[in-house]
Nanobody, 117 residues
Framework: QVQLVESGGGLVQPGGSLTLSCAAS????????MRWYRQSPGKERELVAT????????KYADSVKGRFTVSRDNGKNMVYLQMNSLKPEDTAVYYC??????????WGKGTQVTVSS
């Protein structure tokens, strides 16, 4: 059974940092690219960052480029999102995701990030 469990969210002041973690299980983690999405109230879910199966390539939304870093540890089945210089507009629920070999999307339950003074 596929499980994606996000953690690390919380309340942070503007300019602060947080690191999100996603623990994956139930599939061959090292075969698949992993993604972080986010969703704010009233907005569509937005792709934030992607990392390839081996971790050798990453891609970011323009809104987070230069501030966020995605990484993974295939030995621990973990993917991370380091978020620096956080802004109020980064406030959202952040989701871990992967798309399997039949293009089915798998999602975690999300972790709330709130950027506010």
């Amino acid at each position: 059974q596929v499980q994606l469990v996000e953690s690390g969210g919380g309340l942070v002041q503007p300019g602060g940092s947080l690191t999100l973690s996603c623990a994956a299980s139930g599939f061959s983690f090292n075969y698949y690219a992993m993604r972080w999405y986010r969703q704010s109230p009233g907005k569509e879910r937005e792709l934030v960052a992607t990392i390839t199966s081996g971790g050798g390539a990453t891609k970011y939304a323009d809104s987070v480029k230069g501030r966020f870093t995605v990484s993974r540890d295939n030995g621990k089945n973990m993917v991370y999102l380091q978020m620096n210089s956080l802004k109020p507009e980064d406030t959202a629920v952040y989701y871990c995701n992967y798309r399997d070999y039949v293009d089915m999307e798998h999602w975690g339950k999300g972790t709330q990030v709130t950027v506010s003074s």
